[in-house]
């Protein structure tokens, strides 16, 4: 299923689908004193929902057109897989990309597949714990002729969804990976990608004894991202893209 929400300015966005395209216009002011830290060198935060440090420039108005794509292409695809179908994930030129499940591949050969654009995620592993693996799944890629990376990081969002998966019991946690970027003209814009625990609706069985439902998680889940989106929405628009895994009619 695919939705697009906005909520205000800045803009906030919630994609899902393989691949989805969206093109929309963003018009943001702000009146704040600019200030830049670049931080150059990102780790991952290792407590649950510490947004970490985000510092960068705040950034003047922004006008104008952008097209952005996000997708979720299984690593079961393989390399190959992953190969083939990145071209019709940049065939309308986007200025953004998202992509989910791509932990299996090296930052070169999605940058690779991918030419024009600049690829990131924290490469520091999260912890040796089981569901750790899913730290590196979210990448952010933007076109390296428009836009620099002045800051990045990575936020966990759920720690140790003890759920099932093909009838057997998994433990997964979950992230979001966000990069703010510069353009020449001192436009600001921050994106974010995300890939959000399977359907707790539909798959609320749990193993163990959590102290938390699947939904509860989800939930809570959802209340780091907005707290990272409203961080970086003090330098200006804020994109947010992946799998949310779920429909936006369930509100508990």
């Known amino acids: 299923m695919k939705k697009l929400l906005l909520a205000g300015l800045p803009v906030l966005i919630i994609f899902m689908g393989l691949p989805l395209l969206v093109s929309l ?3 943001m002011s702000t009146t704040a004193a600019a200030e830049c830290r670049t931080q150059t ?7 649950l929902g510490d947004l970490g440090a985000i510092d960068g420039p705040v950034g003047g108005p922004v006008k104008g057109k952008i097209t952005m794509a996000q997708a979720n292409i299984p690593r079961r695809s393989g390399l190959d897989g992953f190969r083939a179908s990145m071209p019709k994930v940049l065939s309308k030129n986007p200025e953004f990309v998202t992509l989910n499940e791509a932990g299996g591949w090296s930052l070169a050969q999605i940058e690779a597949a991918a030419p024009g654009y600049s690829a990131f995620r924290v490469e520091a592993a999260a912890g040796t714990g089981a569901g750790a693996e899913q ?5 952010v890629l933007w076109k ?14 759920v720690d140790d969804d003890k759920t099932f998966y093909d009838g057997r019991p998994v433990t997964w946690d979950r992230f979001a990976t966000w990069v703010m970027l510069r353009r020449a003209d001192g436009a600001v814009v921050s994106v ?6 399977t359907n707790p609706h539909r798959w609320p069985k749990q193993h163990g004894n959590p102290p938390l439902t699947r939904p509860q998680q989800y939930g ?3 209340d780091i991202l907005l707290q990272l ?4 929405a003090a330098h200006g628009p804020v994109l947010i893209s992946g799998d949310m895994n779920t429909q936006a009619s369930y509100t508990d």
């Open 229 to 232: 989106r409203n961080s970086l």
């Open 220 to 222: 809570a889940g959802m």
């Open 41 to 47: 060198n990102q780790t991952g935060p290792t407590e």
């Open 25 to 27: 216009m963003v018009v």
């Open 192 to 197: 974010v990608s995300t890939h959000h625990m």
């Open 144 to 157: 390296s002729s428009t836009w620099t990376k002045v800051n990045g990081g990575r936020v966990q969002l």
């Open 135 to 139: 730290a590196m799944g979210n990448i």
